[in-house]
């Protein structure tokens, strides 16, 4: 298991990790997110809103994307300047993208993730990753309420 951060010009802070596919990685996925921006000028709101995106978005890398023998890469990257931070989850299963689905029944335990991620973040989105899979992002601003907020 590989940690990286750097800081890059302009007030960027970015961190990257990769991890197992399984429930045991989307778990530290949101562990590792969380020691992480505790140590960046990010306000509480902002990192307790990240932590519910990181989890739901590992959760669905590990469960609903999950290759046998390939990681899923979690990526932070804060955009000082603007209080933007970006999240960013990359699997292999490009051909499997994230879509909304109508809400499930109140009696059904999963099928809520990606709504969850819609009412936390501001946007977010799915990029191709080359060679192969996808990265499914999220990003907030300390700024302005998340959409689907008053």
Known sequence: MNASTSQLPAGTRTFTQRLSSTRRGARLARLLAT??????PVPPTIAERAEGVIAEL???AALHARVPGRDFRLGLTLQEATGTLRIEVTDTRGEKLPALQPV???D???GRGLLLVVALADRWGTEPHEPVGKTIWAELDSTTPPSGRA
């Open 58 to 60: 590992a959760s669905n």
């Open 35 to 40: 020691e992480q921006l505790r140590t960046w």
């Open 104 to 106: 499930p029944p109140p």
């Open 108 to 110: 059904r335990e999963s």
